[in-house]
């Protein structure tokens, strides 16, 4: 594996979308927390309010907020990329993710050569609600664009891979899948509700689920999913967001507010997740999430849609209770045929849990990462020309 060309601690740009506590963000975390001294950080979000995944980073690791760094918000004309290029250039990798960080993307791929500009590396997870169906075709071009001269495409699915090469045309030597992994021996632990909000009552039984309060994960679907179950099962929602309202309002419409919990986030889901029964998603679109391998490393069988990589991710005994998207009566039936069999839960938990530990733990990933971001700061930003490297055709 490369090592590092110098002794000091390498200096590393993060330009995040969103730095909430999702599944990205908190794999950047996970990263940033495990180089530690290797590497000083400075992190910039485009939006500058959304940061609770900093709550999860170590306190030895080196990280710095600058509040004077360009926006990422607003029209990509020359004058405002040439700003957020110029903010770029004292550092000896940049790591961009997502959408919302694409302008910085674009501000680098016009700019590199001129200002002699470190490498970029880009990393996409997925799309928010308004690219959950369909993908818009003025963002596609603008991202085969600014994609130009990233060192590497970053991508967790099968599914973004394919879109990477087939959609936005990158060059398949510029793109590498790296799956998301987890620390499994940490989840598979008993759990320690300690001070957790919400108490298990003798007799109850948990659908869970760890998801950002946002349309995209369609959590009201979930709550209309779970109505169905009898009385003794309570919906559990660890996260924080923007739909809380909505989501309370589909428990009271179905009558159930009295067994749907949404306690927030937790800084340790690790220690309650084996609380749940069942593990459920609801999301019109995922790609690899993080979530679901945390829930199978507990232990637990996984109701979800068929979106994203999630049939390949879980074990095959799992497969058959993945879901049809966007359809509430496909999920409860899925789910209802779950908490009647608890031998079936029980089957369906361990197969996950050996899938977890064999396919998805953090230490494989972590290692590609570091290995990645090395040999990126190693190689110059001019080894291929645009033009090559652009392959608009098509």
Known sequence: MAEPAKSKPARILH??????????????????NAFGPEMEH???????????????????????????????????????????????????????YNWGAMDAVMAHTVFAEALGLPPL??????FNADESGELKSKRNWYRRIALGRTHKLVVPSRV????????????????????????????????????FRVVKRKGERWVGTLAGLRPVKQLDLLVRACAMLPENWHLVILGEGPERDEIR????????????????AH??????????????????????????????AAGLPVVAPDVGDIRDIVAQLNRPFIAVPDDASALAAQLVALAEDEGLRSELGAANRERARAQFDEKQMIET?????????????QSLPLHRRLNLGG
């Open 249 to 264: 309002a589909a428990a009271e419409a179905h009558e159930t507010s009295h067994r749907v919990h949404l306690p927030g």
């Open 42 to 96: 400075t992190l910039v979000s485009s939006m500058p309010d959304e940061m609770a995944a900093r709550e999860h980073l170590a306190r030895s690791v080196k990280v710095q907020f600058p509040a004077d760094f360009p926006s990422l918000t607003g029209l990509p004309t020359p004058g405002r990329l040439v700003t957020i290029a110029k903010a770029m250039r004292d550092y000896d990798l940049i790591l961009t």
């Open 267 to 296: 800084n340790d889901p690790a220690s309650i997740i084996g609380l749940f029964d069942i593990f459920a998603l609801s999301s019109k679109s995922e790609q690899f999430p993080l979530s679901v391998v945390e829930a199978m």
């Open 15 to 32: 330009v995040h979308s969103t730095f909430a506590a999702g599944g990205k963000e908190l794999r950047a975390v996970k990263l940033m």
């Open 160 to 195: 973004l891979e394919r879109i990477a090469t087939g959609v936005w045309k990158r060059p398949p030597e510029f793109v590498q899948r790296i799956p998301n992994g987890i620390d499994t021996k940490a989840f598979s632990k008993k759990p320690k509700p300690g001070s």
């Open 121 to 126: 590396i880009h990393h996409e997870d997925g």
């Open 369 to 381: 990462y570091r290995e990645l971001y090395w040999d990126a700061m190693q190689t110059p930003v």
